[in-house]
């Protein structure tokens, strides 16, 4: 093959080479653009994104069995390298790039931090996630699909990261984020939700919850390896729940409302009671 003929990027499986022309999808279902029938593979598992400079990334969407890179589990979207080995489902593929980008990659990650002990915290979450997901994915094409989802974690990232946030988790369709509780924290809370808001009329069509309240937190922050526990983080998750069943985008918990008090305004979305929670809890919508 010349050197004109070589493809930038491709995946070896044993015998097989994947050309990568563009950001693809790895998963059970047929919709993938690498399609990988097994039991140990989730329906939509991971992506590879490409960025316009030609650097790939790899993205675990939340998968039940996790995606490796270089036999370790990835947290957050991940660069790849050529000669790495991407394992998804006991399924072994080489990343292989002709050409190295020139940009160097960026990261605004902190320097790593293990907690040895678990530490309780008053802390912000952020759920979000996109909406109507599961008919999403069958109405488009894979590689529509790999772009929107991809582009759309990149847009709350870099949105989360600049107003100091931290994403914890990536759940598929979604994200968890938190922000240790500080002096400034509440007009960065107020920040992150304006740029949402704004992100939102950009498609694709997402909700987001913001909840305050103590959590115990342990691991290390800053390769996604951090634990976030406790009644709190199940909290922040019913409550995104509650907010798609009443057909809101975004709203905030009654502790984020009375912590944030007039610098968002909000509505009351009355008073509702949760499972495994004994007393009701109000929500508002901003």
């Known amino acids: 093959m010349s050197p004109a003929d070589e493809p930038q ?30 039991a140990k593979v989730s329906r939509l598992h991971a992506i590879i994104h490409l960025e316009r400079a030609g650097a790939f990334w790899l993205v675990d969407l939340g998968s039940s069995n996790g995606t490796y890179l270089n036999k370790r589990r990835i947290h ?112 960065s809370i107020v920040a992150i939700i304006t740029a949402l808001k ?8 997402f909700r987001f919850v913001v909840h305050f309240g103590s959590i115990a937190i342990g691991g290390v922050s800053a390769i996604r390896e951090e634990t976030l526990m406790g009644s709190e983080v199940n909290l922040v998750f019913r409550l995104e729940k509650l907010l798609a069943s009443l057909g809101e985008s975004c709203g905030i918990s009654d502790s ?15 008073d509702y009671e949760l499972k495994g929670f004994g007393a009701k809890r109000s929500l508002f919508a901003v």
Request: charged share 25%; net charge negative.
């Open 76 to 187: 957050e979207p991940t660069r790849l390298r050529d000669g790495d080995r991407i394992t998804i489902g006991g399924n072994i593929f080489s990343f292989r790039q002709s050409r190295n980008p020139s940009d160097k990659p960026r990261s605004t990650a902190p320097v790593a931090t293990v907690h040895d002990e678990i530490e309780e915290v008053p802390c912000w979450l952020l759920v979000a996630d996109i909406k109507n997901f599961t008919p999403l994915s069958r109405e488009l094409l894979s590689e529509k699909l790999a772009v929107l989802v991809s582009s759309w974690l990149a847009t709350c990232k870099e949105i989360i990261e600049r107003h100091a946030g931290t994403v914890n988790k990536y759940l598929g369709d979604g994200i968890l984020a938190y922000w240790p509780d500080e002096e400034g924290t509440a007009k």
């Open 256 to 270: 984020a409302h009375a912590k944030l008090g007039d610098l968002v305004p909000s509505r009351p979305l009355g």
């Open 9 to 38: 990027a491709w995946l070896e499986q044993e015998d097989l080479q994947r050309v990568l022309e563009g950001s693809c999808s790895i998963g059970r279902a047929t919709l993938n653009t690498i399609v990988v029938d097994s």
């Open 198 to 205: 704004e992100a939102q009329t950009r498609g694709p069509e």
